[in-house]
């Protein structure tokens, strides 16, 4: 499967972002889906992840209650909706794909197809 992430771009402190990853080449319904970032200097972290079916999600500590993600079978895409944004919150953000058990996993190593990354900027 193909993932094309965009929605990102400098937001000042406190705004709000959506980012989008639209999926082609393979049944999107199939697999789980996740969103990870990456900050200079820094190893890539798990950011939230939601079952193929839609119906469970997951949010790391650091963003649960300011982001949350979704998505929209028919339309192919997930989303990630970031509000409260923080300056800690910059980072080039990968959407990811894969298939692994029931729900979905917050390692890199669970996830099979991942998109070139989308740059988010938050100013202070």
């Known amino acids: 499967v193909q993932l094309q992430a965009s929605g990102g771009g400098l937001v000042q402190a406190g705004g709000s972002l959506r980012l989008s990853c639209a999926a082609s080449?393979?049944?999107?319904?199939?697999?789980?889906m996740g969103w990870f970032r990456q900050a200079p200097g820094k190893e890539r972290e798990f950011v939230a992840a939601?079952?193929?079916?839609?119906?469970?999600?997951d949010h790391a500590d650091s963003v649960k209650g300011r982001f949350t993600i979704s998505r929209d079978n028919a339309k192919n895409t997930v989303y990630l909706q970031m509000n409260t944004l923080k300056p800690e919150d910059t980072a080039v953000y990968y959407c990811?794909?894969?298939?692994?058990?029931?729900?979905?996993?917050?390692?890199?190593?669970?996830?099979?197809?991942w998109g070139q990354g989308t740059q988010v900027t938050v100013s202070s």
């Open positions: 990811a794909a894969g298939g692994r058990g029931s729900i979905p996993g917050r390692g890199e190593k669970d996830y099979d197809y």
């Open positions: 080449g393979r049944t999107f319904s199939w697999y789980h």
């Open positions: 939601v079952t193929y079916s839609g119906d469970t999600t």
